[in-house]
Nanobody
């Protein structure tokens, strides 16, 4: 089975930056899209961004466009989320997930494996 492990969360002041990493097990990492979702206390899970298996396509939620950047290093089985200009409303648990095919979507139901999550807290 596929396991995903997120790292890089923490506490940061508004305007600061964090870089999250997600490393996957398995030998077919490049065949699958990867996505990031987040969930704040008392709120539903929210789509953040996804990237295609070959890195040629990305799609960002309007709330993070221009501030967050997704990338992947397929030989290392790792996807990254660079978060800049962080705002208090970005505070959430961030999850990475593997898509069911090479292209992602904004719907959580199209992802078949999920990481345990990493906490991001942005103070005002």
């Amino acid at each position: 089975q596929v396991q995903l492990v997120e790292t890089g969360g923490g506490l940061v002041q508004a305007g600061g930056s964090l870089r999250l990493s997600c490393t996957a097990s398995g030998r077919t990492f490049s065949s699958y899209a990867m996505g990031w979702f987040r969930q704040a206390p008392g709120k539903e899970r929210e789509f953040v961004v996804h990237i295609s298996g070959n890195s040629r396509s990305t799609y960002y939620a309007d709330s993070v466009k221009g501030r967050f950047t997704i990338s992947r290093d397929n030989p290392k089985n790792t996807v990254y989320l660079q978060m800049n200009s962080l705002k208090p409303e970005d505070t959430a648990v961030y999850y990475c997930a593997r898509g069911r095919g090479p292209y992602g979507s904004t719907y959580y139901g199209t992802y078949d494996y999920w990481g345990q999550g990493t906490q991001v807290t942005v103070s005002s």
